[in-house]
């Protein structure tokens, strides 16, 4: 008997462990999946991606991935904050492979990038809280 408590016992507390683990979630589309810590996060999938909603409500991340169909980074990065509804969008940093705007959507700072990979590419928008985003997206990694 006192085994079988033992058992029951060790058992509770690796389930208890399990709890204060990292909450890391895969999402995307079957081309391209990607990994996300979501702890403090609440996840919504989407199609090509996912919208995640800090606990505090200060900040909003989207991740997307889609075929970029031969466009660049720049291109489809502005393509996306036009359809957004950015308002005085400004160019932050540039490269052959990313893009980076920052502006004002419904009132909110966002900020979005635009990565091209081969033939698919990975939009990342933040708005609100932006440091908290960053920190958030630091957690993101391809699923291997």
């Known amino acids: 008997?006192?085994?079988?408590?033992?058992?029951?016992?060790?058992?509770?507390?690796?389930?208890f462990a399990g709890n204060t683990s990292a909450a890391v979630q895969e999402f995307g589309p079957d081309f391209a999946r990607f990994v996300i810590d979501v702890k403090d996060w609440t996840p919504t999938a989407t199609p090509n991606g996912a919208s995640f909603l800090s606990a505090d409500k200060t900040c909003n991340v989207v991740i997307?991935?889609?075929?970029?169909?031969?466009?660049?980074?720049?291109?489809?990065?502005?393509?996306?904050?036009?359809?957004?509804?950015?308002?005085?969008?400004?160019?932050?940093?540039?490269?052959?492979?990313?893009?980076?705007t920052k502006g004002t959507i419904q009132g909110k700072e966002t900020l979005i990038t635009v990565s091209v990979e081969g033939e698919k590419f990975v939009c990342v928008s933040i708005t609100g809280d932006l440091q908290k985003g960053s920190d958030f997206i630091d957690t993101l990694d391809e699923k291997k």
């Open 1 to 15: 008997m006192k085994k079988i408590l033992a058992s029951l016992l060790f058992a509770a507390c690796l389930g």
């Open 64 to 100: 997307a991935v889609d075929k970029n169909g031969g466009q660049n980074a720049e291109a489809i990065a502005k393509a996306i904050a036009q359809q957004a509804g950015m308002s005085d969008a400004q160019e932050v940093a540039k490269d052959a492979d990313t893009y980076t």
